[in-house]
Each structure stands twice: as structure tokens, then as C-alpha cells.
């Protein structure tokens, strides 16, 4: 007895494999009529706004002011991080202390629904409800089919379930499948602006021009400041009043020294 049953489910179980090998095994592109529909909803944006100015620039790395204060530092910027300036992409090996930088990112949003419409026709070769059923195609093929949970079936104009299922059985089912999902889609916009150079002063705004002092050369009158003396004095005379001068003073000192004896003299001799 034991013998016959096993036998019996080996048997089942042979029949069962190579349908579902034969039902796998064949091409089900032409068996299934399916339909896909998508319907979008709003796209909804949501756009964030960075802005920051370059405050020191060494090799790749950079340093940012944010717009809050704050600093941050960006090591080993890429070269193809660019920013668009007046038109022109300008990268770190181009840009310049005090340049105002400005980052959008804009996410949009669109939320949709894919709808999948499978109709298929058919007789039943073999089910195992409540999942799985054979079907002969209308072209003679076969094929398996997981039945899902809910899944009816129209016979002779009346639904049925997997349970209501019988070999021969010809059917129709439509499984109707819906899968909502969101298209999320990210645009950055990068700009810059150059710092603006030094204001040029007006034509009529005089401009002060700082000159250090110098130490200015001691002041000298004319009548103070001596003359160079000549290389050669002039002749404008003779040398008579020079020796006129020389005789009068030779007589003068004979006349003194000739007085001073006389006084000498009478004081020397005694009183008689």
C-alpha cells in the first residue's frame, strides 16, 4: 500500500514538473495581450538657494563665507565644478578672491500611476488553486500562470475563483495591476559674479597724493652764509700805504719805549 502511494505521488509529482517545464519553457510574448497606460500627476518644484563669497583660494581648495557667516572648506575641488559668470564658465583655477557664488537646486516632482492591463484566453490544463494554473492558449500552446490573491475568472459569463476551476474548462481573465511611483528630477544652477574693482574718483574730486616728509636743509642768510674766499686776491693798490703804516708804528714804539727810560731813570737817581 505504502509502495502504491508513493508511486501515485511520484507520478503526480513527474506530471506536475514537466507541465510547468513545458509551460515555462515556452515563449509567452504573443500568448498575453498587454496594455500599459501611465497617468501623470502636478509636478510640484522645490527650489533651494546657497549663497556664499570666496574668502581664500590655495591650489584646489577653497574656502567659503556663507551667507549666514559661516565658513566652510572645500578640499580638492574639481575642475569641473564650474560657475557660469557673465556667460562664461569660470572653474577654481580662474576664480578670484571676493566672488559672490549662488547655487539653485531646483527638484521637481512628478507623481504617476502605470497601470497594466493582461488579458488572457484559455483552457484549463491543469490548476492548483489557490496559486497556479495551466492554461492551453488559443494557438495550442500552454503556459503557467500565478493567480493572485482575489483573481476571478470568467466562465461561460460567470465569475469564478480558483477553486472553481476544472480541467477543460475554457476561461478568460483580465488582472488589472496598478503601481503608483514619483519621477524625482534635479537641475542645478551655478553662477558667480567677480568682485568689483576699485572705484575710479570722480574728475572733479581732487586727489590727495601722501608725500613723506624730508628734512628739510638748515636756513642760511646772506649775510650769515660766508663767502668762498678767492683763489687769487686782487690787486688794487700799491704797497706805499703798507709801508707808511709799518714806519708810524715803529715810531710810536721808539717814542714809548723812550718814555718809559726817562721815567725809569728819574725814579732811579736820589732826591737832592
Known sequence: MRSTRLSRTILRGLLGGGALCIAFSLPSAAQVQTQTSEKKGETTKTVTVERAEIVHIAGNDVVLRMEDGTLRDFDNVSENVTFMVDGKPV????????MK?????????????????????GTVWHVSPPTTVILRLENGETQSFKIPNGQTFTIDG???????????????????TEVPETLVSHEVKATGKMPPPPPVPKADVPILVAVLPTPAAPMETAAARPEPAPKKLPKTASDLPLIGLLGALFCSLSLTAMTIRTIASRLASPRG
Open 91 to 98: 572653474n577654481i583655477h580662474n576664480a578670484k578672491v571676493g
Open 158 to 176: 460567470e465569475e469564478k475563483d480558483a477553486w472553481g476551476l476544472k480541467k477543460g474548462m475554457k476561461v478568460q481573465a483580465t488582472r488589472v
Open 101 to 121: 557664488l549662488e547655487k539653485q537646486t531646483i527638484v521637481s516632482s512628478t507623481p504617476r500611476v502605470i497601470t497594466t492591463v493582461e488579458n488572457v484566453t
